[in-house]
């Protein structure tokens, strides 16, 4: 029963794994299984029919048809295997050939290498001797100068002509020279002093040949063409300073002859087409001729600076500011006679001082001016200083004998004045000669602090002279009008110009002393008139007794002196001296009014006291006026 039990629970078993397999090759999914959908295909080729005996048959089929397939494989890996052993036997005998090889290129290299030694060194004595050449190709090249620039340098057929390819050939000979230089110093003397003694010879044919041309460039220098080869030419002239100098004269003497056709051509022809006109044609007006001559100068001295500038520019080893200064020193200098014989001529011929004046500032002016542009003491600055000179000379003559001449012909003169004393017609004359000489200063106003007290000096102190002389023939109160009307317009003339400060106080400390004179003489007219000086002159001397006693100081004298005091106040101008009346300046004429009444109060006040003293014995209301009241009345 047990084995029973046993065998039908390993048939249960058995049942369990078959049915496990069996619903998992049921559940298998043949699409996605592509080794069995391929091994299904390959099934196909050989299992054409579905029965018994063929199911039966399909594992030994299977079988045999593994089979053949490994034999069919082992027959295509023999093929593969002989070629394999072919290639074998092959790269053998490659190899062994290769060793071969080698074993000759190792023979061959110990057969050629000296040989390849010895091709090393002719290669690099190759190398050696290329770079000399080009060494020597350049150094010949450099230091020596090819035949068409020995011809450029010579000039041929045409020395005339200079251009730019000739500097450019002096140039490197001057540059070969100082290579040389350099080679004397690194020690080759044979090829330094060789080249050098050959350039030197170069040298010396380029510099005579640049000499030549630049005269004759010099001398056409107005066209303009050669300058910029000119201002080349003079920088390598420099090295040659006779030369140089030379070069320097011929411009200097072409240039002043230029200078001085133009300027001859400026005062007799004119300019082009006739405009502007001859300076000459303007002969008769002194101060228009000579201003016309020196604006022509300094129109043409910048001109000439600017130019000779340009011509110096490249010359930096020569001392520019000299040699500029010596080139417009000699060029001006040719204008200075034609220039100094004109204007000579018209400074000692002009007899009016104020154009004498104004042709010496004008020629101060364009002396400072030329010497700004110059730049240098030349002879055109010298002439101008010295025809400045002689103007002002002359200038200062003819100032003084106009000045004397015209005191001499005065009107006072012969001792006799105007009836009016107003201002003489010589004092207004030579106040209007010194205005119209000092309105010139305008012209440069460095001269006023130099000139203006010498023609002040000129004019004033003659003209006070002969008034003083004038005024000790007339009568205190005339003569002191006479110089008050007289000095008035010469201190208002005076005021107008910077004109000495002690001249103006003297003239006003002489002023203050005529009006100080002139009031005294109008209070003594008006004491007088009035009767106040007796009996001023009795109160001042009075000892004490009482005044009402004293004849001339009585009541009725009083009364009377009040009563004239009255008269005056009602008409100040009624008791004003007749020469006083004749004072032009009204500020005067107020004045001595003033001073005049100031003393008249004094007085009044002196004598008001005297009768407002009881002891003195005058009634009261003898004087009703009190001083304040006189003082207010006469409005001082």
Known sequence: MNEAKDSSTESSKNETVLARKLKKTLEVKLENDVDTVAALKELSTFFQENNLKTRRNLRGQIERRSLEINND?????????????????????????CKQMQTRLEESKIQTQELMKKTNELQQEGSRLAMQKQLSEKMRERLTLTNKEVQELKGGSEKHKIGQEFFQVFEKVQRIQSDCKVLLSAGYQTTGYAVSERMEEYSEIGMDRLYRWSQGAIRNIEHGDNTDNLCKSLHHLQAKPILFNHIVEEYISSRRQTIVRQFLDALTVGGPGGTPRPIELHAHDPTRYVGDMLAWLHQVCPGEAENITHLLKLCEKTDRSSVTAKMLTGITEGVCRPLKSRVEQILVSESSAIVLYKLTNLLRFYENTIFDVLKCKSALCLALYELQQLSYSQFLS????????????????????????????????????????LSGQSVVESSQTDDLPVIVRSVVDPLTLHLQETAQRLPKQDAAVFLLN??????????????????LTELNRRMESCLSELVKEQ????????????????????DGAALCTIPGTHTEAIQNAVSRLDHLLSGP???????????????HRKSVRQGSHAELVRSYTTLYQAVQDPR????????PKTPDQVRQLLQI
């Open 616 to 623: 003195n014995g005058y009634e009261s209301g003898t004087m």
């Open 573 to 587: 101008d009624l008791f004003i001296l007749p020469s006083a009346r004749l004072l032009v300046s009204s500020q």
């Open 73 to 97: 494989f082992l027959s295509a890996f023999k093929v593969v295997k002989e070629s394999l052993d072919g290639i074998h036997n092959n790269v053998k005998q490659m190899s062994n050939s």
């Open 398 to 437: 003819l100032l003084q004998s106009t000045v004397t001449s015209q005191l001499t012909k005065s009107e006072y003169g012969d001792g006799t004045v105007a009836g009016d004393l107003s201002p003489s017609l010589t004092t207004s004359s030579l106040l209007g000669l010194l205005r119209d000489v």
């Open 486 to 503: 007289n000095l008035t317009p010469l201190r208002s003339t005076l005021s107008l110009y910077q004109s000495d400060d002690k001249r």
């Open 523 to 542: 209070t003594a007219f008006i004491l007088v008139s009035l009767e106040f000086a007796p009996i001023i002159s009795i109160i001042s001397q009075n």
